[in-house]
């Protein structure tokens, strides 16, 4: 809207000039909303288009949901128009529109917008590309909005596919404990090969667990323990180690943290470890893993680095949503989102750094201020 209070020749009244644009809109009524104020309400009758002079205005779709009243569809700024539908066929009104501040705009009745449209086609095509952008527009939203519920729904399936697999397994595994508790009383000296099994059969437990708190979208505070970063990696190391046997593949850590660090250190290990089985399957044959941890400014980093052929470029963008999930048979794409969703009960942060010429880091970055 120019100072003189006339419409800008954009949107529908695109390529008229100021003098054919004010020859037909002296004669229009300008109506005046103050901000909130009901402007079109949805199922009502009308045959007239709404020009934007000044002030901004929100479409919204009503719902069947005492929730959720309502979805916004777009906001409208001066220069676009509104209520077309009502030129084109003669139903009700299939949205409303509520003034977001205090508007102007310009009434145009069906009558005069057809005079308008045999003297000047060329508002007619300018209807119908914002009605084609628009529609354009409709159809991305609902393809994100299938995802969404695509998404949901398979993460409904896998919770509860993890219920059930929660139940059936919680009596072999009990078994499987209490076998080793019995190995350890009839051969003393077994210790250190029972307490690793049972160790192992907890952390299934808590792996299919954390698949249905992930599924739930529930959040479980992590358990925040003292830990030496040594002997932590020394374990970890310990549990992937035999997994690269027959490989050529290099395991190395580098730790830089002298003293006591805090965090959970089930939901911490089992990001490594995921973290570490990515990066070994990523390489095909010879490579190189190494982990790395550093102190800076009250946060922990722990990274985890290999010279493998790297993430494409078409996932990094959603590689840490859902099912997202790239040269693997079998892969279920829910790994890197269940290590991030640990990581952020942690208030913490992990990020993927592309390395050149090829590589991939993942950098898990811990508050210790809290602790």
Known sequence: MQESGKPENIGIFHGLSEDVVSSFAKDLERLHFVKGEAIISENSWGDNLFFICRGKVEINKGLNNAE???????????????????LIDDEPRSASVVALEDTELLLIPR??????????????????RTLSGRLRDTNERFVELMDQMISKNRLMAIGMAASKIIHDIKTPL???????????????????????????????????????????????PPLIQKIDLDAFFHEVQE???????????????ENKVTDFVHFDEGKIRRVLINLIKNASEAIKSQ?????????????????????????????????????????????TGLGLAICKKLVLEHRGRLEFIPLEPHGSRFDIRIPQNSA
């Open 68 to 86: 959720t009243p309502f979805a916004q569809l777009s906001i409208l700024e001066p220069g676009e128009f509104f209520g077309e539908m009502g």
């Open 111 to 128: 009558e005069v917008f057809t005079q308008i449209t045999f003297s000047h086609p060329v508002v007619m095509l300018n209807l119908m």
């Open 174 to 220: 009990t078994v499987i404990v209490l076998t080793a508790q019995l190995m350890e009383n009839i051969f003393p000296g077994s210790s250190e090969f029972t307490e690793s099994i049972v160790k192992q059969t907890k952390m299934i437990d808590s792996l299919v667990r954390e698949v249905l708190d992930f599924a739930k979208g529930t959040e479980t």
């Open 239 to 253: 549990v992937y180690i035999s997994a690269l046997k027959g490989r050529d593949i290099t395991f190395i850590v």
């Open 287 to 331: 490579g190189e893993i190494k982990i790395t941890s550093s102190m800076s400014a009250g946060w922990l980093q722990i990274s985890v680095i290999d010279n493998g052929p790297g993430i494409s470029q078409k996932i990094r963008e959603d590689l840490f949503q859902p099912f997202v999930s790239e040269g693997k048979t079998h892969g």
